[in-house]
């Protein structure tokens, strides 16, 4: 049984931080690559950030200095640091697990997601 679960969301005012977590379980989670994704209202869901299983970081242009994503393999954890929250941030933020083997198929499990509410 596999589980991804988010924790970490709230309200909080404009310029105020948040760190999230994502606890796994049921994967071999340093063997996956973990990522955030966020869904605003009214938008598309978006990629923000993700890390390999070697630790190579990749965070999308429009929070490049914002937003930081890490990893703990010891305790299968990977979390998102967010720093000068804006109200566009506002979202549903998800966590992702990927895994490819091969040319065996992907396994690719989702959270159920966290909310992030900016107020200004």
């Known amino acids: 049984q596999v589980q991804l679960v988010e924790s970490g969301g709230g309200l909080v005012q404009a310029g105020g931080s948040l760190k999230l977590s994502c606890a796994a379980s049921?994967?071999?989670?340093?063997?996956?690559?973990m990522s955030w994704y966020r869904r605003a209202p009214g938008k598309q869901r978006e990629l923000v950030a993700r890390?390999?299983?070697?630790?190579?970081?990749f965070v999308t242009y429009s929070v490049k200095g914002r937003f930081t994503i890490s990893r703990d393999n010891a305790k299968n954890t990977v979390y998102l640091q967010i720093n000068s929250l804006k109200p566009e941030d506002t979202a549903v933020y998800y966590c992702?697990?990927?895994?490819?083997?091969?040319?065996?198929?992907?396994?690719?499990?989702w959270g159920k997601g966290t909310q992030v509410t900016v107020s200004s």
């Open positions: 890390i390999t299983r070697s630790f190579t970081t």
């Open positions: 049921g994967i071999i989670f340093s063997e996956n690559a």
């Open positions: 992702n697990s990927y895994y490819k083997s091969g040319s065996r198929p992907a396994a690719d499990y």
